[in-house]
């Protein structure tokens, strides 16, 4: 192999940590064994340039593979062999837990198939990791002879294959040797893929899976054509994620199990993915609201409090095609989660990655170079994980637009986050280079928005002109290419043709988006009495208040409940119309309390949120009396005035 720049880069400022992914594929097609166990089988016996040498190497790696990695349905032959030969040394992975009732330590070996291991303290006191997850490891098993003894194996050496240590220092010092491309190039070499082969937006997807191992409690979802490679990032790339591969799942396995008063899996991982998502079925219907909680902040209530860092991530497969699903009024993206994948839990996910743009893995596609060894690049993601925080910079050098708020926002700055982690450990993007991840992340985020609006087509989620405001203040609208045409050099082009496109212009914005935004011709205003049963759908504030708000100056409302939760969140949705309609300036609010203790919470709110709308050029007051019968909401356009009256009843 003829080396080029950023293969002798690599060996100069990483010497030991990279390997040659061409041998990982040669030997990776005839075993299952996980990725970061060849590659240090590849360290150890193919660390030569000679080619003689390399293939003695590959050779030898074979057989410690053939003599020492045993299969999980070849244990019972494994376990006799040990007795038979008194001991044997495996290629496992080993986890110990402490008995509280025996009062001491046992070991498990996962594939060796046994979990009453005798084990020594030096062994966990020198690996932590054996305490907390497990660790990939050489392991000599002796066999017990003692038939007074409780246990039938222990053992005698234990030496680690991952990393026991990391040194973040070196990390950050060898990237700063590298460019923000090259860096991006030896992340997609790591993977085992050739970056000269793909383009920059396609080199992004491929960093967007590793987005959950670096972000704690980040919910990601892939849908795609099979065959691409989805899996593969979340079962093999590194030993801090774990793949369930479809069927079902419970609340105990996933996240605590009562009567052991045990936490679940979701405690013991960074990434936590299901495959097969749209075959996924749930035992308990308690696990969604679960799941709901644990996507939201971390944590979930079982009986007791549970915090996790896990990150959850989403993959399956579309057998339709992306343009039908589109555009059709039935159906969406969505369509291959199962039904008990509501609203709500779609409304969890940061970001929506989209497979369908991502080649199917074939050879052609894999490297020959040089790049990390798994294990060291997956230590480097577990430490950014656990040990770094990079919101606070997005935060102070980002400013979204209005329509970005709330999860959306969250989601945004999650993704962002994730970039600057993977590609800028330490250091800081140029302006151009986080201006490319904001409007990625954006772009993953709107996806899910658009999504759940076309599930429930009214003002909750209509508003998806996600945009952010650049260097020199124009605001940049952020747009799915599989879902908007666009007009270039006075050319409509088809999603099939689009790739990413970021309007820099708020009139083009108007004129690229026509169909959506050109409001339909005026109709005369007639006076109307709507009698809106219990049960009813389709009614919305944009609806209901829209075209009469048109024209409107100021806006008068006298409710006397703008108190409660869903109260106040209505009334912020009666705003959002108002701001809508593009003239109104001033919102004027009446409402009353029963106790000082809760006009001043509501206050509160409210006071909030008449910050957000001074940003937008409108003026709100509040004023708390004490009596209001009449619900009503008076609109003032100079000398006009319409009124709308309010009344609330049950239809039974």
């Known amino acids: 192999m003829n080396m080029d720049a950023l293969d002798e880069r ?26 970061f166990v060849l590659e240090f089988l590849l360290a150890r016996f193919c660390a030569s340039e000679e080619e003689e040498e390399i293939q003695a190497g590959l ?3 074979i057989e410690t593979i053939q003599q020492n990695y045993v299969r999980p349905d070849e244990s019972n032959r494994a376990q006799s062999f040990v007795q038979q030969k008194g001991r044997h040394k495996f290629i496992d992975k080993v986890h110990v837990r402490y008995v509280e009732r025996e009062k001491r330590h046992w070991a498990e070996m996962e594939n060796f198939n046994s979990k009453r291991i005798a084990i ?38 234990l030496r680690p294959i991952q990393l ?47 987005m959950p191992f670096v972000e704690a409690n980040y919910n990601f979802i892939e849908l795609g054509p099979r065959g691409n490679g989805k899996s593969f990032t979340f079962s093999e790339f590194s030993p801090y994620g774990t793949l369930i591969s479809g069927g079902q799942t419970s609340t105990s396995v996933l996240f605590y199990n009562n009567q052991r008063r045990r936490v679940g899996i979701i405690g013991f991982w960074d990434v936590v993915a299901f495959d097969e998502v749209g075959g996924m079925r749930v035992r308990d219907p308690q696990t969604i609201q679960i799941m709901k909680d644990y996507m939201a902040n971390g944590r979930f209530s079982r009986g007791v409090e ?37 609203l709500a839990v779609l409304h969890r996910m940061y970001y929506f990655l989209p497979g369908w743009e991502i080649p199917q893995a074939g050879s052609e596609m894999l490297t020959t170079r040089f790049a990390f060894i798994t294990d060291y690049l997956a230590e480097a993601m577990h430490y950014l994980a656990k040990k770094t925080n990079r919101s606070a910079f997005v935060q102070q050098n980002i400013k979204l637009g209005r329509a970005v708020v709330g999860r959306d ?70 747009v799915c290419p599989e879902s908007e045409n ?22 083009e914005v108007v004129d690229a988006l026509a169909d959506t ?34 024209g409107a100056e100021s806006v008068r409302i006298q409710d006397p409940y703008i108190r409660a939760p869903h109260q106040l969140i209505n009334f912020q949705r009666f705003c959002e119309v108002a701001v809508k309609a593009g003239t109104v300036r001033a919102i004027e609010l009446f409402t009353s309390s029963d106790h000082q203790e809760q006009e001043d919470e509501a206050r509160s709110k409210l006071y909030s949120l008449a910050d957000s709308l001074k940003e937008l050029d409108i003026d709100m007051t509040v004023r708390f009396v004490s009596r209001i019968h009449d619900r009503q909401v008076v609109l003032r356009s100079g000398f006009k005035t319409r009124k709308i009256s309010l009344y609330s009843a049950v239809d039974r």
Request: charged share 30%.
């Open 517 to 550: 935004l050109q409001a339909p011709p005026q109709e005369e205003l007639k006076e109307r009495h709507l009698t809106i049963r219990y049960g009813a759908k389709g009614y919305g504030y944009e609806t209901l208040f829209l075209k009469y708000m048109k």
């Open 409 to 478: 926002e969250k989601a945004v700055l999650k993704t962002t986050s994730a970039f600057l982690k993977l590609l800028h450990p330490e250091g800081e993007p140029t302006k151009e280079e986080l201006q490319e991840y904001l409007e990625y992340a954006l772009e993953g985020r709107r996806r899910v928005k658009e999504q759940l609006n076309k599930r429930k087509p009214d003002e909750e989620f209509a508003d998806t002109h996600f945009s952010y405001f650049s260097a020199t203040g124009d605001e940049v609208f952020v």
């Open 59 to 61: 050779q030898a790696v």
């Open 306 to 342: 549970v915090i996790a860092n896990a990150s959850l991530a989403f993959v399956g497969n579309i057998d339709d095609s992306i343009d039908q699903l589109v555009s059709s009024p039935d159906h969406d993206l969505f369509k291959p989660l199962p039904e008990s994948f509501d």
């Open 10 to 35: 690599l060996i100069e400022e990483f010497p030991g940590r990279v390997v040659r992914k061409d041998l990982l594929h040669q030997i990776k097609k005839g075993t299952n064994v996980p990725s």
């Open 164 to 210: 026991s240590r990391f040194d973040f220092s070196a990390y950050c010092e060898g990237r700063r040797q590298f460019s923000r491309d090259e860096w991006l190039d030896v992340i997609i070499r790591s993977i085992g893929l050739e970056p000269t082969k793909m383009s920059k937006r396609l080199k992004f997807h491929y960093i967007a899976r590793l």
């Open 120 to 157: 020594n303290e030096k062994f966990y006191r020198d690996n932590d990791r054996l305490l907390e997850g497990g660790l990939w490891a050489e392991v000599t098993i002796g066999h017990n002879d003692v038939e007074d003894d409780d246990y039938a194996f222990y053992i005698e050496e």
């Open 486 to 507: 666009y007009i270039r050099d006075g050319q409509a082009i088809t999603p099939s043709q689009s790739g990413p496109r970021f309007i820099e212009d708020v009139d």
